[in-house]
């Protein structure tokens, strides 16, 4: 279901359709019309085409939705950018990518990338990406600050390099983001000298010597 916002912002994509294609998004058009133009073969411009199969994915009528959704993924990235790089992008056209194109790289990251992707999905996406992916967020400290959950998420990721778990539990020690490790997890990640910053010193040995003891 599309909120005001949304609804908002895709009038914003439609009135930018060029000559005819509007034509084939109009409440009031045609099943047969909106089927046709679903299928993706419509001698449409790559910008207008891509805004067409996006509006037509969210179509009330479930065959043109689906069949739209369908002819969107299998379009190529330059007609997909042109969608995802529209002024009109909101936040809810880059959950819609980030959801059905979840296995593309190129996707994701332009999705990654910009600034209004909401925070839950940047969150949802540090906790199964894999490089090159994964390095978008972890520099991402902008947006961590933001949203300490994506700080979490990265922590959570099997991928995530012991280099970028010294980096991000450095950065949540810093800015007192909780990240749920006991100081001799942390003592395995972080140098002594910043851990004396926060910890009584004798503390932070014991974690330490504990820590090596459990690794042997």
Do not use: C, W
């Not at 599309?2 to 912002?9: D, I, P, Q």
């Not at 906790?127 to 600050?145: C, D, F, G, M, T």
């Amino acid at each position: 279901r599309l909120t005001e916002a949304t609804k908002h912002s895709m009038q914003e994509l439609i009135q930018s359709l060029t000559g005819l294609a509007a034509n084939y998004v109009k409440p009031a058009t045609p099943a047969r019309m909106k089927m046709m133009a679903a299928s993706g073969r419509l001698p449409l411009p790559p910008k207008d085409l891509g805004v067409v199969l996006y509006a037509l994915a969210h179509d009330p009528e479930p065959q043109v939705a689906t069949k739209a959704l369908e002819s969107l993924r299998e379009q190529p990235h330059n007609i997909l950018n042109s969608v995802l790089n529209h002024p009109a992008a909101d936040s809810a056209l880059l959950h819609f990518f980030a959801y059905y194109f979840s296995h593309d790289a190129k996707i994701l990251e332009v999705v990654i990338l910009n600034r209004l992707t909401p925070a839950e999905i940047l969150a949802q996406l540090a906790l199964q990406v894999k490089e090159p992916l994964l390095s978008l967020i972890v520099q991402n400290q902008a947006r961590h600050l933001e949203s300490p959950e994506i700080v979490t998420s990265l922590l959570q990721n099997p991928e995530t390099s012991t280099g970028q778990r010294t980096r991000l539990l450095e950065f949540a020690l810093r800015e007192k983001i909780e990240t749920g490790y006991s100081l001799e997890e942390l003592s395995r990640y972080i140098h002594p000298e910043l851990l004396y910053e926060l910890y009584p010193k004798q503390e932070v040995q014991a974690a330490a010597a504990q820590a090596e003891a459990n690794f042997q």
